[in-house]
T-cell receptor, first 110, second 117 residues
Framework: SQQGEEDPQALSIQEGENATMNCSYK?????LQWYRQNSGRGLVHLIL?????REKHSGRLRVTLDTSKKSSSLLITASRAADTASYFC??????????FGAGTRLTVKP | DAGVIQSPRHEVTEMGQEVTLRCKPI?????LFWYRQTMMRGLELLIY????????DSGMPEDRFSAKMPNASFSTLKIQPSEPRDSAVYFC???????????????FGAGTRLSVL
């Protein structure tokens, strides 16, 4: 069953703009991960943030985690058409108990 | 490494037929996961193996589904008999787990798109 719930379900922006996606979850976690899925392909791991971290950066990606609110956000800065994909958050509660959300479909228009 | 390899990429079959999906995990990984993805239900974990042993199969929809991992480099997911509602994309993923490694980064294959007519 899913745990993470992404918001919004779909997001359409212009190239160069920033894209923000949110994820809420319900139970305690060891870490939270974000994955990207291009159409017709498998999921690809983007970034992991541990439960004791509040913010993490990787290139144009910025992830925040608020364990008190059980929420996370993924910010993609200066978006490109190639960023068009679905983005999933995944909560890892340990013991291989990892749950994926329903995803946010991002469209970046050139 | 070539990554997680799944075969076939596409499978079209008729209701009632047996379907076997195959997966080769990344060499050295000790955990393997089977997922099903549909528009309606999203990404669902069906079963996962640790060191070739099935750990949690609570996600397997019903007895028509079975999975095996005879060795560290190969796993199968079988559906017998198949039904139209089994139509979905099936993903295999692998990861390296240790008791002290507090993260579970999964590497996904390209998936098998199954259509049951």
């Amino acid at each position: 069953s899913q745990q993470g719930e992404e918001d919004p379900q779909a997001l359409s922006i212009q190239e160069g703009e920033n894209a923000t996606m949110n994820c809420s979850y319900k139970t305690s976690i060891n870490n939270l991960q974000w994955y990207r899925q291009n159409s017709g392909r498998g999921l690809v791991h983007l970034i992991l943030i541990r439960s004791n971290e509040r913010e993490k950066h990787s290139g144009r990606l910025r992830v925040t985690l608020d364990t008190s609110k059980k929420s996370s956000s993924l910010l993609i800065t200066a978006s490109r058409a190639a960023d068009t994909a679905s983005y999933f958050c995944a909560t890892d509660a340990g013991n291989n108990d990892m749950r994926f959300g329903a995803g946010t479909r991002l469209t970046v228009k050139p | 490494d070539a990554g997680v390899i799944q075969s076939p990429r596409h499978e079209v079959t008729e209701m009632g037929q047996e379907v076997t999906l195959r997966c080769k995990p990344i060499s050295g990984h000790n955990s393997l996961f089977w997922y099903r993805q549909t528009m309606m239900r999203g990404l669902e974990l069906l079963i996962y193996f640790n060191n070739n042993v099935p750990i949690d199969d609570s996600g397997m929809p019903e007895d028509r589904f079975s999975a095996k991992m005879p060795n560290a480099s190969f796993s199968t997911l079988k559906i017998q008999p198949s039904e139209p509602r089994d139509s979905a994309v099936y993903f295999c993923a692998s990861s390296f787990q240790t008791e002290h490694l507090a993260k579970n980064i999964q590497y996904f294959g390209a998936g098998t798109r199954l259509s049951v007519l």
